[in-house]
């Protein structure tokens, strides 16, 4: 299936590895130009070599920190002469813990890195959208918007934001052919869930293995999910015939939650 994205241009931010990583791959492979975003220079680097070496194009990039104005203003910068069409909105997850375990900052943070940040990023890019009469917002959320983690309390609380953003924006825009839609990860094999895995290690005495099949155990699909399945989701969300798709939070967990919708 063509899924339309030459002379597409995509951001994606947390891209350097995950699900970031892997979006702004399944984007490039669909022809997309890709600009990726992360903190550490050098593992963006590794990332849009990886990125090269697949699809033969270089995607750009931008080091910045989405959770703070000087970040944000980096990328704004970074695609003031890109027409982007396509938003993956994505980064850093929250520290895990439950509500008595952060303090304001935390809370504070955390609305910085998960609602802040896809806001800011919405605003960069929607006008221009508009404008062409053709775009697509997407934002990595979690299954715990339909379900919630019970020691994910600040991911839980500010991704329930960015859904309720992206609803209303869609009610507000689709018709300027701007879709908005949220993928909901379910536990998928990336550095943040081998992170969560370690520090439930610490707390419960198991090995991180015994914990990584604990999460298994739990899905219907009797393992975690691997980065490029939600990536094939965001390609084709983002492509032509996604075109009548918006409103929407698309868990991609093994079926995991147990909501009918
Ligand atoms: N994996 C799962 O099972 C799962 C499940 C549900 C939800 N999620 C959510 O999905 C998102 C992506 O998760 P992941 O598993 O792919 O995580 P990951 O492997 O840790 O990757 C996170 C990416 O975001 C970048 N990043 C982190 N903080 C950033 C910031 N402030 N500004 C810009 N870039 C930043 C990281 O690079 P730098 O550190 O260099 O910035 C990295 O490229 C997270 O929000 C996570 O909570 C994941």
């Not at 908005?180 to 869930?193: D, I, Q, S």
């Amino acid at each position: 299936m063509d899924l339309g994205l030459t002379n597409k241009h995509a951001l994606v931010t947390g891209a350097s590895s995950g699900l970031g990583a892997a979006s702004a791959m399944a984007l490039a492979r669909e022809g997309a130009t890709v600009v990726i975003n992360a903190r550490d220079a050098d593992r963006l680097a590794k990332a849009a070599d990886w990125i090269e070496g697949e699809t033969g194009n270089r995607p750009g990039i931008i080091a910045a920190d989405i959770a703070t104005a000087r970040g944000l203003t980096a990328i704004e910068k970074g695609i003031r002469d890109i027409p982007i069409d396509i938003l993956v909105s994505n980064g850093g997850g929250p520290p895990p813990g439950q509500f008595l375990e952060h303090e304001s900052a935390r809370w504070e943070d955390a609305a910085r890195l998960v609602l802040d940040s896809a806001r800011s990023l919405t605003r960069m890019v929607l006008p221009g959208m508009i404008d062409r009469g053709w775009g697509r917002l997407l934002y990595i959320t979690s299954v715990g918007v339909l379900q919630p983690v019970d020691d994910l309390i600040l991911s839980n609380t500010y991704r329930a934001g960015v859904t309720a953003m992206c609803k209303t924006i869609s009610n507000n825009y689709a018709q300027h052919g701007v879709t908005a839609n949220c993928v909901c990860p379910g536990y998928t094999a990336t550095e943040r869930l081998m992170g969560l895995a370690t520090r439930r290690s610490q707390e419960t005495g198991k090995t991180r293995e015994d914990i990584l099949e604990e999460f298994a155990s739990m899905i219907p699909r009797k393992r975690v999910g691997n980065p490029e399945e939600l990536g094939a989701l965001v390609a084709f969300l983002a492509g032509e015939q996604a075109g009548y798709i918006s409103g929407t939070s698309i868990p991609v967990d093994g079926g995991l939650h147990k909501s009918l919708l």
